[in-house]
């Protein structure tokens, strides 16, 4: 018998395989779990060149995936200042007078809307903090963002633009633009200065994520041209810390001759990432008023898809079903999730565990039980509720309205009507941490604070055994057991049992990722 390159002892081992749900100890070798059970069970598997590592009564579990990331993209998105802690437009405009300049520009992120306190999002608020200085805010959704003028006037931005997908460089009556920028094709209008040291960001980041558990992600954009390229040579010159799973874009318009690109790049991969699945987006944010919806909000805003044509993204999703490719679509509002599953229902039995939709922040009574009828896997993004209020006093639940906003992140009732459901944070949108996706899937905020919530093995298996058949892996990780990929996270309690406030900080002792340790704490 071959000696195997790792053994951890002294655990209790969650395996989430219903063959043999717990077990004391577990053998690795070549990336791969060689032996789940008792001491006894893996004394054999010892040689003189084997590392043991006695974890100390900790509980091991499957490794934690995040089934909703960005860690290349969110480097650009996270750049310059650090606006989550502002909550009006004083704070604001006093952050913007102090935040550092990166090339004469101020750069800044993770604005949130209840900021400005119901007002419009205008650059007039910011203006005179500025000195005249281009600005690019970042709004916390990741798809709304605050220009100055002179941002503005870098980019040539002097009224509305038409673009082919919902996206918006809002106006005021006058034709002015107001600084506000709809979407990914409006933001991208402005020219903001770049990134330095990607490469060593990107690692930086990823080794923090597996320090909080995390073995592997589902990355949800392919970035720009060069990311293959940029993992391969983080590969080439070491390790990547996460298992990634990277999803490019389709975006309205795409022809029969870009669906055959996303096709062929399918087959991108290097030893710990690959190119799996394609990424859509049915509609925007409810805050940014592009969510699709059944029924107008509030400010009249909310009944456009994103796809000017959704008949075109169902086209798009029938060609990629079709040649076996995997898609995660994007929708927030009622009306873009029913869109979704009635795409899938229209693709037949066969597309069954092959489609997934992201975020549903407020889904209706009917629409829950198709989710396990069509086998349309759910993923959900927990901390996203910490961005509502109970009173819905917030601006999501004003511009849905009481009725709406009380069918905030249904993760529990989806789960009970028998639906798959994925559990991720969204970074940059929300922090990465896994243990705190653990926490609110459990004790959800806000709006959605009211509802049932996740026990704790739900939420343990929606960042394992949930999260490996969103990716279609269930063959290859996902539990503990032998021939598994060795994705292994140990946590000094017990997440299934332990109280939230002691989960949120209970420490992550081993992380491992392909049978490598990516985070090991002292002692370990």
């Not at 989430?16 to 990336?31: F, H, M």
């Not at 119901?118 to 000195?131: C, K, M, W």
């Not at 990914?184 to 990134?195: D, Q, R, T």
């Not at 009828?373 to 509502?388: D, R």
Request: charged share 20%; proline share 5%; net charge negative.
């Amino acid at each position: 018998m071959p000696a195997a390159d790792t053994v951890l002892t002294g655990a209790r081992v969650r395996t989430l395989d219903p063959g043999r749900p717990e077990a004391r100890a577990v053998a690795v070798r070549g990336g791969l779990i060689v032996a789940v059970g008792g001491e006894g069970d893996v004394r054999d598997w010892r040689g003189p060149g084997t590392e043991v590592v006695d974890l100390g009564g900790a509980t091991l579990t499957p490794g934690l995936t995040d089934a909703h990331s960005h860690p290349v993209w969110g480097i650009e998105m996270a750049t310059g200042t650090d606006l989550s802690a502002v909550r009006d437009p004083d704070q604001l405009r006093a952050a913007l007078r102090s935040a550092e300049r990166t090339r004469g520009w101020v750069v800044g992120h993770g604005l949130d809307h209840n900021a400005f306190g119901g007002q419009p999002v205008d650059r007039a608020l910011i203006e005179d903090a500025l000195d005249g200085a281009p600005a690019f805010l970042r709004l916390y959704d990741g798809h709304s963002a605050l220009a100055s003028g002179a941002a503005l006037a870098a980019a040539g931005i002097t009224g509305p633009r038409v673009f082919a997908q919902r996206s918006a460089v809002v106006c005021d009556a006058a034709g002015r633009p107001t600084g506000h920028l709809l979407e990914h094709a409006a933001m991208a209008l402005v020219p903001k200065p770049a990134p330095a040291e990607r490469r060593a960001r990107l690692l930086a980041l990823l080794d923090a994520m597996a320090a909080t558990g995390l073995t592997g992600a589902h990355v949800m954009d392919l970035g720009d041209g060069d990311v293959p390229a940029l993992l391969a040579t983080v590969e080439y010159e070491g390790h990547l810390p996460l298992r990634l799973r990277l999803a490019p874009w389709c975006m309205p318009g795409a022809d029969e001759e870009e669906l055959a690109g996303l096709v062929e790049l399918q087959r991108l991969a290097g030893r710990h990432w690959q190119v799996g699945g394609v990424k859509f987006f049915m509609d925007g944010t409810v805050e940014g008023g592009t969510a699709w919806l059944e029924h107008a909000d509030c400010h009249g805003q909310g009944t456009d898809a994103f796809w000017p044509d959704p008949r075109a993204y169902a086209h798009a999703v029938r060609v990629l079903d079709a040649a076996g490719v995997r898609t995660a679509t994007h929708a927030i509002g009622d009306a873009a999730v029913c869109h979704v599953l009635d795409t899938v229902a229209a693709l037949g039995g066969q597309a069954r565990m092959r489609h997934r939709i992201e975020h549903i922040e407020t889904l209706p009574d009917d629409q829950l039980k198709r989710f396990a009828e069509l086998g349309v896997i759910a993923s959900m993004q927990p901390p996203h509720t910490a961005y509502t209020r109970a009173d819905h006093t917030d601006e999501w639940s004003r511009r849905l309205g009481e009725d709406r906003a009380g069918r905030a992140w249904r993760c529990r009732e989806l789960r009970d009507a028998g639906a798959v459901l994925a559990l991720g944070s969204d970074w940059p949108i929300a922090h990465y941490d896994a243990r705190r996706v653990l926490v609110t899937a459990r004790s959800p905020h806000g709006a959605a604070a009211a509802g049932p919530a996740l026990t704790g093995l739900m939420a343990l298996e929606g960042m394992t055994s949930h999260a490996a058949l969103a990716a279609g892996e269930e063959q290859l990780g996902g539990r503990i057991a032998a021939g598994l990929r060795a994705d292994l996270t140990a946590l000094a309690l017990d997440p299934v049992t332990a109280g939230v406030d002691e989960l949120a900080e209970t420490p992550v002792l081993l992380t491992m990722s392909g049978g490598r340790i990516t985070h090991r704490a002292d002692g370990i």
